[in-house]
């Protein structure tokens, strides 16, 4: 029977953030990954990418991972246009303006989990269990017993789920879960485009859903995010690829020119997720087990690595003045923090998708007044992008400048 300070249950972007976080500390601590990811890419990008933000930028630089996420595939980019469809009206943010280098990275998220898994693997602190699952979890007064798939068993004073939307943690401790369904599938897929992307990322929004464009390392290559409704999205994944790009063609507003579809396309259903617990006496949630949110305003992982960075902080500091990590009354001030921050942005993605719903003509009409006024006041446009750039709210240490 091993026995860790803190057993981390999956080892995707958050959990091996959250161990990397507590590098340098005396916690031992153990992460359990089902699957590990293949370490070799292919010339054409994977699917999932994540739009980091600068916050997330600044935790994975002191965690140690950026070096290896720069060494494999990264792409900045440092405009960004918004726009609804057939409208007069759009916003622009540019980097420059804002004397920020870049306004974020689009990085595949198999390259964010590989540099973390690097960096973990450098870590005396740190076991790496993987391809590993946990099959029971069991509480004590003082500590959780979990054993696994493999028969091996472990002890841990605290159990962070973090293994995403479906969480196998939350599910054993019967967390109830706030839920609904955002009603839009996304469909993501690269595609090439005529005219280069000139670093920007675009978003458009339709009446049947936002349709992003997040420009990848290759000048005309993107990646797409295209919300629709699920039997859209079916229609749309059963087309040919000729089909297929006129079809992504007229719904960005010919913008790039003609888009042609390069590989497969996959559709995930998006649904809205909020855990009314965060954390148990002995268990605390991260990430996507926590929370998910529409892929709108690319903010779903930014959330995850903020959760990460400050439940690592507070267990630095619960250890630093020999408290039990553990006890959920100790735990409290890291659920209060990051409820609050999760329900903020699930908030502001319902009012996005409220205000872009539907094509009733007077209400486009008010939107892209608003979009021309908010375009023009520079208070709201920093305003804005301080909260893209994940500056905004409360921040753990290491996230801050
Ligand atoms: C279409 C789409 C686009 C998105 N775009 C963005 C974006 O641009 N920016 C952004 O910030 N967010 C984005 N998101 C959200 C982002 O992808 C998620 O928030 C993020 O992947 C969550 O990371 P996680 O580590 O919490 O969970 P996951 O990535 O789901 O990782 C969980 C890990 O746990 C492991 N696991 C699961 N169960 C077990 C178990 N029982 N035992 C052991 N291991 C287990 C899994 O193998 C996995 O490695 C997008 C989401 C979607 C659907």
Redesign the pocket.
């Known amino acids: 029977m091993q026995s860790v300070d803190v057993a981390i249950?999956?080892?995707?972007?958050?959990?091996l953030t959250l161990a990397a976080a507590l590098a340098d500390t005396e916690l031992r601590v153990a992460v359990?990954?089902?699957?590990l990811p293949a370490p070799e890419l292919a010339p054409l990008p994977d699917l999932?990418?994540?739009?980091?933000s600068r916050a997330s930028e600044r935790i994975l630089r002191r965690t140690g991972a950026w070096p290896g996420i720069e060494a494999r595939r990264l792409s900045p980019y440092s405009k960004m246009e918004v726009w609804e469809q057939d409208s007069f009206a759009s916003i622009q943010f540019d980097a420059e303006r804002l004397a920020q280098p870049n306004l974020g990275y689009i990085v595949e998220?198999r390259v964010i989990?590989l540099a973390l898994l690097d960096r973990v693997n450098q870590l005396s602190n740190v076991t790496l269990l993987a391809p590993?699952?946990?099959k029971n979890i069991a509480f004590g007064e003082s500590e959780a017993w979990l054993s696994m798939e493999s028969g091996k068993n472990l002890t841990a004073k605290l159990v962070v789920g973090?293994?995403?939307?479906n969480?196998?943690v939350r599910h054993q401790l019967d967390i109830p879960l706030t839920h609904w369904d955002y009603g839009h599938s996304?469909i993501?897929a690269n595609i090439r485009c005529d005219e280069a992307h000139d670093q920007t990322a675009r978003q458009i929004f339709r009446p049947q859903g936002p349709l992003a464009f997040?420009p990848l390392a290759e000048s005309n290559l993107c990646s797409i995010?295209w919300s629709v409704q699920p039997e859209e999205a079916e229609l749309l994944c059963g087309l040919s690829d000729e089909e297929f790009n006129k079809s992504l063609t007229a719904a960005s507003d010919h913008r790039l020119g003609l888009c042609k579809v390069d590989g497969e396309r996959q559709t995930?259903p998006?649904k809205m997720r909020y855990a009314r617990d965060f954390v148990r006496d002995r268990v605390a949630l991260?990430?996507?087990?926590a929370h998910?949110i529409h892929?709108l305003a690319?903010?779903?992982?930014?959330?995850?690595l903020l959760d990460a960075a400050s439940l690592a902080q507070e267990l630095k500091a619960l250890w630093h003045h020999e408290q039990d990590i553990g006890k959920k009354a100790n735990l409290r001030h890291y659920e209060r923090w990051r409820k609050a921050e999760a329900a903020k942005m699930i908030t502001a993605m319902q009012a996005f998708r409220d205000v872009f719903d539907g094509s009733n003509p007077a209400k486009k009409l008010v939107r892209d007044l608003g979009m021309l006024i908010a375009d023009k006041a520079p208070g709201v446009k920093d305003e804005f992008m301080r909260r893209a750039l994940g500056l905004s709210g409360e921040l753990p240490e290491l996230a801050k400048y």
């Open positions: 249950i999956g080892g995707g972007m958050v959990g359990i990954e089902g699957q999932r990418v994540s739009a980091l998220n989990q590993e699952r946990c973090a293994d995403g939307a969480s196998w996304a993501v997040l995010v995930f998006l991260v990430g996507d087990a998910t892929p690319g903010q779903g992982v930014n959330l995850g």
